[in-house]
């Protein structure tokens, strides 16, 4: 049993079942703690003054299953306003793995930027409430010692928080434009999110052992957001972004690796106009990384 600030299960999972590894620059559960970690919301990506238990259980054999549960006394800002848990089972063997999760958060705080053109809301951030919950899939299967096919699913639903108005004069070390957060969303109001992903890496090292610390990885991304439904349908926060990503990581230690990666994005729907976004973004890299 622990205690404090700690990774949201939702964020250790994708850790492991990303088939990119979670690249902060390439994979969409990497670059956002939206749906990589947070279940709606990326502050919730770790639960401040939050209790958890989790164990694991060893079969003769030697699968393990594993569970969690943790809860969080108040929101990212502080135990004054909201709350949060989430709940984790998982099995896992040397050629298969799902994982299971499911959180629910009251008033969780959403950090933006304040209104442009505004010169009060200079140095200021903008702040929203949500209520969230979530539904996390993972799956892994090992057909061969160096083939490994990674895919998941996630479902998150942005509700109106619990809370109307909440009086924030500063988190985060930030002083909040107008001192308050509000609700984002009026009282029936709800808007569906998905997030699908397949893919897979494999490991040169298996077949050819001169060759051992190259690997390679390609996965497909589809995050998706329904229109916020309710007395009335706003299409105009509908929309979804298809993400190819592929990278070749090269182990040159046990400290150093070097990457290649390219990340392919396509944008569509209301959310998206072509007006003011960029339909097609495509971006390449490279880099030495270093773990301390």
Wanted: glycine residues 10%; charged residues 15%.
């Amino acid at each position: 049993m622990t205690y404090g600030t700690q990774y949201n299960p939702f964020f250790e999972i994708t850790v492991t079942y990303d088939p990119n590894g979670k690249a902060d620059s390439f994979s969409p559960l990497g670059e956002s703690g939206t749906v990589g970690g947070g279940g709606g919301v990326s502050e919730n990506s770790r639960m401040k003054n939050s209790l958890k238990y989790g164990n694991t259980y060893e079969l003769e054999s030697h699968d393990k299953i594993n569970y969690a549960v943790i809860n969080q006394f108040g929101n990212s800002a502080g135990t004054s306003h909201g709350n949060g848990y989430t709940t984790q089972l998982g099995y896992e063997s040397s050629s298969f793995g799902v994982q299971l999760a499911y959180d629910r958060f009251f008033d969780s705080v959403k950090s933006g930027t304040a209104a442009p053109g505004n010169p009060l809301a200079n140095d200021t951030i903008a702040v929203s409430l949500y209520n969230t919950q979530a539904v996390l899939l993972t799956g892994r299967w090992m057909p061969t010692k160096d083939l490994k096919i990674i895919g998941g699913m996630e479902w998150y639903q942005l509700q109106p928080s619990s809370s109307r108005s909440i009086d924030y004069h500063s988190i985060y070390d930030q002083t909040v434009f107008g001192g308050v957060a509000t609700s984002a969303l009026k009282p029936g109001f709800k808007q569906d999110n998905y997030v699908y992903y397949l893919g897979a890496n494999f490991d040169f090292a298996q077949r050819v052992p001169a060759l051992a610390g190259l690997t390679t990885s390609i996965g497909y991304y589809l995050t998706k957001a329904d229109a916020i439904d309710g007395p009335t349908v706003s299409t105009n926060s509908q929309g979804k972004i298809d993400t190819w990503t592929a990278m070749v990581d090269y182990k040159l230690n046990k400290r150093f690796d070097t990457y290649l990666a390219y990340t392919t994005n396509h944008f569509s729907g209301d959310k998206y106009p072509s007006a003011s976004n960029y339909t097609n973004v495509t971006s390449y890299g490279a880099g030495l990384r270093m773990k301390f």
